[in-house]
């Protein structure tokens, strides 16, 4: 199924209400890709979606897919991999359990005219999608979570390979916010894009993003660290790399609302602590190792060079580094990585 949009997500559930309405909304437009664990059902099938079963995945990327851990979420990097052999030249990164707004998948553009968030190293990007609301984003510093940044008085256009679109009704915040506030959410659908200046971090992630095709090397999602965790390490590598070549993350009003699969909240918290004592330290040592990067080096190289600085300082493990030179590999064998990125 040859495409040049693509859909990717991962299951352990027979079949949800979500990626029905997924299929039905983007059938005969995109590419849908279903990723398999080895607790997904063995049958698992749905009309117009590609299924990639354990067996499957070995069949088609052999030692990589036996690299990428079992019962693990980063599954989807053999996902990402499929699209782009399959002709992806943009992404749509979704969960199972976000049911699509008519607006899913609709006007997307890697040019975005919108407002430049700076004037803070970590900003609260969720607080400007919402008036007089408490809640923050996932992988936010929790002291971190009244710092909102200022928003530039008037749109500019910025080119932003990676967008990220919110998520209404039950978006994607941390256990501590679940564990503490109750209620349903919803964020203005007619709140501008919000573009970050470099050096102002806030986290995305792999919920309802979009990544056009130079920034397809970005999407690996690390192996060996939390489960919670996995996806904000990679939007903190993204940005860091993106803003070597001077291209932007861009935030966007929700296309989705999530009917949140059964989660514990204990757990998700026990995975979630590891970003409360880290994400401050990881995102010093990406700035410092930023510095140093070549400007001649491609976004690939710089990616690389970044997540060795987090494996230097005992984030990643020397596994991890490995795998990623697989990732890479992976992704040069089907042409997806460019040469260069012009600066």
Known sequence: MNRDRWIVLTTIQASTPALADIAKLCHGEWGIVVVGDINTPADWSHQGVEFLSVERQKELFGTFAELIPYRHYCRKNLGYL??????????????????????????????????????????????????????????????????????????????????????????????????????????????????????????FNSQNTVFFAEAFPLLYLPCHVSFRMTDIWRSFVAQAALWHHNLRVSFHAPTVQQRRNQHDLKKDLAQELIGYMSNRKIVQTLSEMRETIPPSDSLESAALRLWQSLESIGIILPEEIAILREWFAECKSIGSVSRSTSR
Do not use: M
């Open 82 to 203: 499929y699209a782009i052999q399959n002709g992806a030249k943009l992404i749509l990164d979704i969960d199972d359990d976000n049911i699509p707004y008519e607006s899913f998948g609709h006007g997307l553009d890697r040019e975005v005219t919108g407002r430049l968030l700076n004037g803070a190293q970590w900003a609260n990007v969720y607080r400007h999608f919402i008036e007089d609301t408490r809640i923050w984003p996932r992988g936010l510093p929790l002291d971190e979570i009244e710092s909102t940044g200022e928003l530039s008085a008037h749109a500019q256009s910025f080119t932003c390979p990676i967008q990220q679109f919110l998520a209404d009704n039950d978006p994607d915040v941390d256990a501590i916010f679940r564990l503490t506030t109750t209620g349903e959410f919803f964020f203005r659908k007619d709140a501008p894009p919000i573009v970050l200046e470099q050096e102002c971090w806030s986290p």
